[in-house]
């Protein structure tokens, strides 16, 4: 497989500061892992094993320590200058929280047109073509635009995010715990939204979750984390079917509801 992204014994440290020492704490630990084109990757495993540390090296929100990250088949950080401005575009993130992810004091127009005026040059009706169509894209009507987030329930909410993260029509979604903050009715909705806007726009989206049973739905690949550690990654069937590593018979035994 062609890997659209793609991570080569990446590792990440955070330095824990105290009156009596600093000490180091290295949340992810050499991991190799990738992400085809229009390809959905599931990341699991249990809080602070690193599945969210890892998504921000990806955005560049952190440095890694060592290791390297190739979108297109080129490093990430030896990319041109054109190259540079253009990743950001290609590559987005929808964080766990509708509620704190977006400005309550812009209207969802201008949230929607803020990425096209900072990044692109196209004219005022080009944008609110583009508006407009990822509006639709998402499930919300235009009447939306001339209010505030807080007009809005948590799953429209979510919605509103991935319209953002979306608007400069990226490669590779980063959806970090979309749906953990919202209701179990929402949560399936926001789901199929993201199964669909991968047919619709041959997204590939790299979904980071500790729900085992959403990843069994909508995931092609699964890569299991612990300790830092990336233990496993196989095709979703296999890994409920036949899980190798030790954590990860674990982590599934750990879920009532699924029959392996």
């Known amino acids: 497989m062609k890997f659209l992204l793609e991570t080569k014994n990446l590792s990440i440290e955070y330095k824990n500061v105290n009156r009596e020492r600093t ?3 290295r949340a992810v630990d050499n991991v190799s892992m990738g992400i085809g084109e229009g390809e959905i990757y599931a990341l699991a495993g249990e809080s602070g094993c690193g599945k969210s540390t890892l998504a921000k090296a990806i955005v560049k929100l952190i440095s890694p320590v060592s290791g390297d990250i190739l979108f297109d088949q080129k490093s990430i950080y030896s990319q041109s200058k054109i190259e540079k401005k253009e990743y950001p575009l290609n590559v987005q993130m929808v964080f766990q929280n509708p509620y ?3 400005n309550p004091k812009m209207k969802i127009g201008d949230i929607l047109k803020e990425p096209l005026d900072i990044n692109t040059k196209y004219n005022k009706s080009e ?10 894209d998402v499930g919300l009507s235009q ?20 319209a953002r993260a979306l608007i400069l029509n990226p490669k590779l979604l980063i959806a970090d715990e979309p749906v953990s903050a919202l209701d179990a009715s929402i949560q399936a909705q926001i789901i199929n939204l993201l199964k669909s806007l991968r047919m619709k726009r041959n997204l590939a989206i790299l979904f980071i979750s500790h729900d085992m049973n959403v990843i069994r739905y909508l ?5 299991i984390m612990y300790y830092g550690k990336l233990v496993e990654e196989n095709h979703t069937a296999r890994i409920f079917n036949n899980p ?9 035994s750990s879920v009532p509801s699924l029959r392996r």
């Open 100 to 102: 704190s992810s977006l």
């Open 143 to 162: 009447s939306c635009l001339s209010l505030y987030p807080h007009e809005f329930s948590g799953g429209q909410r979510q919605r509103i995010a991935i």
């Open 23 to 25: 000490s180091v704490t």
């Open 127 to 136: 944008k609110n073509e583009m508006i407009s169509q990822v509006l639709d």
């Open 244 to 252: 190798q590593a030790e954590y990860t018979k674990t982590l599934l």
């Open 219 to 223: 995931a092609d690949r699964v890569g």
